[in-house]
């Protein structure tokens, strides 16, 4: 590496995207198939008008939309290019020293690491349990008086795994107060668990100021490529973000895109029920041709196919479906359209794939 660029960073893996070819089906990066509204891609346009002119640097339109579909404040809430900066954001606010430490799941969120490494920071994992979920009392324990903010990525990318409500509170009444805990909510909308153990994280968070929660509009609101996310919290988290966002961070395209998602709820959030449903067709034909899945509460299935990931997952490549191969640990396959999902489970459920 040049003598310009710090040393460490030759040991920091690069974020590795979802790969995409002209032609092929794309299930590998857990974006919707759906395209944007008509009353979004209205909204963009008059955006677009008015490109000449900085965005709002304090997304106080959006951030107040947001702040009451929520029901809280437009202090406690922060708005970033996509929920990944505000990831950044948040260990450069809490990590300053080699020695801090960021804790998290692993296999969690692929950016966590990085965005630790990058700030200096101290990495630390923990095994997610024997069914891919966190294990919260491991996570609880490894907290040490180093630990400056816990990453708690539910539902999990990617394993698609969730803990609910009364789990969380156990794991929250854990954590001393000087511990920020993110609760990473990029896969909420897909969540479906009962009322009495649905895990909010803004309902949890009221009551706690030391509990921050992200969501994105990348994924069920179907913008990932304009690029804004969200974060819920204590108004003095909100400030600390703030001053480390980088200015005008969120594009006024994407700025009016969230806000008229907004409007439009109702009518997206519906379309996650399909998805929701595809996700749980994938997964029965999956186990029904004998693959181990567990079960998802996100728009992906986790198949944990251990040495075999990488060479299975460029099988599906070949066969015209891109998948995402993790390590030696297993593949994510997002659920797509019924066609799409019809041609991995194809290739899936082929007997030679079987037998690989
Ligand atoms: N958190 C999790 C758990 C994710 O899976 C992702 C996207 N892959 C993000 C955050 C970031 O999403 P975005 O930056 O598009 O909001």
Known sequence: MSAHIRPDLDAIPAYVAGKTHPGAVKLASNETTFPPLPSVTKAIAEAVELSNRYPDNHAIELRGAIADFLGVQLENVAAGCGSVALCQELVQITCRRPEDEVLFAWRSFEAYPIVTQVAGAKAVQVPLDGEFTHDLDALAAAITPNTRVVFVCNPNNPTGTARGKAEIVEFLDKVPGDVLVVLDEAYFEYLRMPAEDFPNGVELGRTRPNVLVLRTFSKAYGLAGLR????????????????????????RVAQAAAIASLEARSELLERTDAVVAERDRMRAALIAAGYRVPVSHSNFVWLPLGARSAEYGAASTEAGVIIRPYGADGVRVTAGDPHENDAFLRFATDPETVAR
């Not at 400030?239 to 980088?246: D, E, P, R």
């Open 228 to 251: 804004v996310g969200y974060a819920v919290g204590a108004p003095e988290v909100i400030t600390a973000l703030m001053k480390v966002h980088i200015p005008f961070s969120v594009s």
